[in-house]
């Protein structure tokens, strides 16, 4: 199995913008970038909402091969992380399904999202590279990257409920322990096997598990011993 599958994985869900490059049509072949905001679902790919008559989207429908580069913004670029993604985007046939989650992450596209010409495409990898650091430089193959299915994808929208109406005092422990961030709000975004995403005062915050899980069962432990870590932390003896 390749190595560095697990973390790059990780890293691009820390992440939900990127740049997309295509092959441009209008330019016979010459790659054609755009930035791209995204989700990832719960396999770890990216699935981005663009319009019809967007350059990159008629690229796409010419000719499917992409890559996505994910980075974060520092003063110094070389020195990050980074994951690119080479694969297919595949339309794919309704936006009924992931469209509470990215909307979720993305609520200034709701606009967007309503408009008929506007429709998602997950990118299907074919060939990942990570960069994580001095020495940690790897090729990852799909099936090092991705992560298997799991009944949690269906069951994700009924915890981001559950919690955000029941346990926002959790959340914002859960900031607090973790992070060092003190909120007055925190929102549950959307949980995965790798971890879950808040939106606190200050901006969008990443939490990992340690190791993954597969349903709410395992959601709801994970999510609970967070909480009596987070509660000794904050009674020491």
Known sequence: MSEGGDESRRFVRGQHSGVLSTLSKRLDGYPFGSVAPFIVDHAGRPVILISDIAE??????ADPRVS???QPYSADMQ???RVTIIGQAVRLPEKGHLGPRYLRFHPQAEAYFAMHDFQ???IEPVRIRYIGGFGRIHWVEPQAYLAPDSPLAEQESDIVVHMNADHGENLIAYCRHVHGVETLTATLLGIDPDGFDLRADSGELRFEFEAPISNA???RQALLALAQAARISGNPA
């Open 68 to 70: 996505l580069i994910v």
């Open 120 to 122: 998602f495409y997950r």
């Open 217 to 219: 069962q395992e959601a």
């Open 56 to 61: 990159h989207t008629k690229n796409i429908v």
């Open 79 to 81: 020195v990050n992380g």
